[in-house]
């Protein structure tokens, strides 16, 4: 599955505000409402999630992150080698417990 077609999936949701909409990155803001649809959505196009996770992540998941803000506790890392290209997606949960910032990326 190619990027676009991830980023067409994702923008099906409804989000409460649409960040950033690039040919390599996209960012949006979703309600506590959407987010599992979102999940859903996320698991059919990049598989289950890597983080959170017992193990530790890959040296190569944790550089391609690092520059994007990396991934702490209580949130969600998708992660998806595709060629030469790297696909991930970061579900990232407000402390207001309504909004989570989502970032999807291909490097």
């Not at 949701?13 to 506590?32: G, H, P, Q, T």
Request: with cysteine; charged share 20%; glycine share 8%.
């Amino acid at each position: 599955m190619q990027f676009d077609e991830i980023k067409s999936g994702v923008k099906e949701i409804n989000f409460d505000s649409l960040r950033m909409d690039c040919d390599n990155y996209f960012e949006a803001v979703v309600l506590k409402e959407e987010l599992s649809k979102l999940v859903n959505r996320l698991n059919g196009v990049l598989g289950s999630p890597v983080w959170p996770s017992n193990q530790r992540l890959s040296l190569e998941v944790r550089q391609v992150i690092n520059s994007f803000g990396g991934i702490m506790p209580g949130q969600t890392l998708y992660f998806r080698n595709q060629g030469s290209d790297v696909i991930f997606a970061m579900l990232w949960p407000w402390q207001d417990g309504i909004h989570t910032t989502l970032k999807v990326v291909k490097k």
